[in-house]
């Protein structure tokens, strides 16, 4: 298929009343904001009133945010797998079943509708960690980066960027055992046929390669140096220790941890994301900060899957920069997983305060833009990319706040409900709390998640 790009952005001047410009700029009043293809071009505080021509952005405005870790697919799950008993295996299945239904039309539909929900709730950029590559049993389409290619549109028709992490998945656990049933949708039975498909893969501006393998559950040990050397100038994820069964078996297997393997196969640095990181030990921790390793929390998934809570302070202050991803989908909320970060940590230790709002914010932002490759997104400052999200103050959930903490209130109080305005390097993608480029978002979820299921 052909692989659709976004129009870009042409010149446009904003005065934002509010705005957090980055960690280091904090936050301003009167901030006029000038864009030119797709940058910023200047940025000026204490501008008291919108000048001619300038569009006002009301209540505080962000840099856009970054979902670090996405499964487009899982959002068909939301609403029909979170009551009842069982684990993140027994949620697996369910997930199973929905992968061996979807064709590539009804991915497309569903994908496209789950990145306007994203758009919706001020995401800029989407890591789409993908491994649904191919037809029932493993047979190729005639593209054979259909599935990928239809996910790069699909974000287009959104209007939001995409790194799409080309997942390896080649086995069914730590010991090796076979794929089967909709898990050979998933493999390209080896590494160098998974390596030779991710290479013909077409990007538009919009989109970047970047490659993931899946767990030390699908990659086997062997395979795990030849793939960090062939991937070696990508961005690369991994899910990592998400559930105390993946570490025992490694454990049992190979005698390490997954933590131990990557590693030890120079799959960790500043290039390389883990996933999860929930399970970890002290020395894994040390190794992952020591190496730079970026690790991707994503805290509503875990509650809803009952996997535990990461070891977010000391992963960060071990030296791993943290980000954030919604990952199934149970909720697509950076706010409430950037909250959660730091909610958990009390619901732990029982103290507050373990993350300042900054720290959050940063994880929502430049951080996870830096993880998936974009390392001109994620702050407001001349010369980046013009990526704005605005959020209101003024909500039932926002209203009353002390202005002067304004962005402590977006983290703690607001929800992607009270994002009414999104711009995508210079481009409104969201005016007024309407996507502009997708008709009717809740419709366009509500009919491509029943025609998956059907
Ligand atoms: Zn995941």
Redesign the pocket.
Known sequence: MSVSAPERGGSSTYWAEHAWLSAEAGTRHGVLIEIEAGRFTAVRDGVTAPPAGAARLAGLTLPGLANA?S?AFHRALRGRTHAGKGTFWTWRERMYDLAARLTPEAYHALARATFAEMAHAGVTCVGE?HYLHHGPGGTRYADANEMGHRLITAAAEAGIRITLLDTLYLTADVDGAPLSGAQLRFSDGDLTGWWSRVQELRTPPHARTGAAAHSVRAVPAGLLAEFASCTGNLSVHI?LS?QRRENEACLAVHGRTPTQLLVENGLAGPSVTA??ATHLTDDDRTALGDTGTRVCL?PT?ERDLADGIGPARALADAGSSLCL?S??HAVIDLFEEARAVELDERLRDEHRGHFDVAELLTAATVAGHASLGWDDAGTIAAGARADLVTVRLDTVRTAGCDLDQAPAAAVFAASAADVHHVVVDGREIVRDGVHLLVDDVGRALDESIRAAWA
């Open positions: 870790h499964h960690f899910h998400e996933v999860h994503c998934t991803g990952d199934s």
